[in-house]
């Protein structure tokens, strides 16, 4: 894999310069800074609303991750709440008038790539299976090769940016003209409880609805639940999945996709990097 343009992974914006001091301990004399660094931002800050912190800016500061983060990943509170990473990246993001949760995912994605590269190196080894022989395996990732994607192929499918953060296209079956919007830290929040709940009900999971659900903004201008509720039980699979390809063509993330070999079998492929709990906690 050789992408070295615009690879992710904090920087500093000047390399001559002096970190920025976040806070300074003093111990007989011991002085020391947490240094900070910026993150290029997927989404270049098109898709915030006027007013928001990020509107308009293509990085943010974030300071290294230090014990107390590390504290925090591990707590079982936090954890069985689901709002663990929330806490780790308000804690990190210098700026306290962004609101983490209200980041858009991808976004969200870039820091904490950035963060597992400052706090434990580039280097990600997991257990991976092979796609084609099923054999599990040890398998390093080089996170530094990971490169944004900006979110600039809706031009495709015909893709209206309303400049708001909202989306406008025709389904191709129902001839239906709906309005999306990317997914926030709150909304995937929201979606991992949904599909937790579904299976402690032991009930199927509805990944594909309540999705569609979170995006939805409003069908033929329509903003009402009836109507997006209406659209959603009763979309045709083909504008289902048209919908699903046009959010992912516009919605900025950071490109997980790494090449893979198998060794037992020698399959190549394409595979995406698994946030495992290894990601935060390799092995030392």
């Keep these: 894999m050789s992408r070295n343009k615009d690879r992710v992974g904090a920087k500093n914006i000047n390399a001559d310069a002096p970190p920025t001091q976040v806070a300074k301990g003093t111990l007989e004399g011991f002085s020391f800074v947490v240094p900070t660094e910026f993150v290029d931002l997927p989404s270049q800050g098109r898709y915030y609303p006027e007013g928001h912190p990020l509107y308009g800016q293509d990085t943010i500061e974030i300071r290294q991750m230090t014990a107390k983060e590390e504290d925090i990943l591990t707590s079982r509170t936090l954890l069985k709440k689901g709002i663990v990473l929330d ?22 994605n870039a820091i904490l790539v950035a963060m597992r590269i400052s706090g434990y190196g580039a280097i990600y080894e997991t257990m991976v299976s092979c796609p084609s022989c099923g054999e599990k395996q040890d398998h390093k990732f080089d996170l530094s090769e990971l490169v944004p994607f900006h979110g600039d192929k809706g031009d495709d499918l015909d893709i209206v940016n309303n400049g708001d953060g909202t989306f406008n296209i025709v389904l191709p079956q129902t001839e239906l003209n709906v309005r999306f919007r990317l997914l926030t830290g709150y909304d ?38 009836e109507a997006k509720k209406f659209l959603i039980e009763n979309i045709p699979s083909v504008d289902s999945r048209h919908l699903r390809l046009a959010f992912s063509l516009i919605c900025p ?24 709990a290894d990601f935060f906690w390799p092995e030392r």
């Excluded at 806490?87 to 969200?108: F, H, P, S, W, Y």
């Excluded at 579904?198 to 999971?205: C, G, L």
């Excluded at 993330?253 to 495992?276: A, G, K, R, Y």
């Design 87 to 108: 806490r780790v990246l308000q804690n990190i993001i210098v700026d306290k008038q962004i609101d983490a949760e209200n980041m858009l995912t991808g976004d969200r």
């Design 188 to 225: 995937e929040t929201a979606l991992a409880n949904s599909r937790q709940s579904d299976r402690k009900r032991k009930i199927e999971e509805k990944n594909v609805t309540s999705q569609l659900n979170k995006i939805l903004v409003s069908v033929n201008d329509n903003t009402s639940l």
């Design 253 to 276: 993330n950071i490109d997980l996709t790494h090449s893979f070999d198998c060794q037992e079998c020698e399959f190549v492929q394409e595979m995406e990097v698994p946030l495992t």
